[in-house]
């Protein structure tokens, strides 16, 4: 169940998607946090670049890899604007995150940009339970959809015209 300092964690990965796209980046956030409730490490995507691995979930597995040990690892919670890529889903499993809450899942992520004619993702979009055996997960956010969807289609129409 979502809770309200969830939708307060959530809120702040949608605002750090944005960011992103002020950025020129594609438009994901994402937020760590102990459970203890504190906020520990935080992100936006980096892919710009050309690195398709600069995913805000990934760099957050990896903060988590270097400076929690395996119990806090396991308390903590991974909040993100989107659904986590099969990649992003993989660094979670390995490094022993606990709870995954996300506003907007990759279902509906591909149907957007299905709809926007923006060409399929060379890998596939998987649910995070699909690639993380007893992955605890929640989403998506209804609250969150139509903010998302407009984020991403900003993203494509700056992409169009570049």
């Known amino acids: 169940m979502i809770s309200k300092s969830d939708l307060k964690y959530l809120r702040r990965c949608v605002d750090l998607a944005r960011t992103a796209l002020e950025k020129g980046d594609q438009p994901f956030g994402s937020v760590l946090v102990s459970g203890e409730d504190h906020v520990l490490a935080e992100d936006h995507n980096h892919v710009a670049g050309g ?13 988590a890899a270097e400076n929690l040990t395996p119990e806090e690892r396991s308390r903590a919670t991974v909040y993100t604007s989107g659904e986590h890529c099969p990649m992003c889903a993989a660094a979670h499993g390995w490094v022993g995150l606990g709870r995954i809450v996300y506003a907007s899942s990759s279902k509906q992520l591909v149907q957007w940009l299905e709809e926007m004619g923006v060409p399929k993702s060379p890998v596939r979009n998987l649910a995070i339970q699909e690639v993380i055996r007893d992955a605890v997960v929640e989403g998506p956010v209804p609250e969150f959809e139509e903010e998302i969807r407009e984020l991403h289609r900003q993203f494509y129409e700056n992409e169009k015209k570049d």
């Open 51 to 63: 690195d398709h691995t600069q995913h805000p979930e990934f760099a957050l597995a990896r903060w």
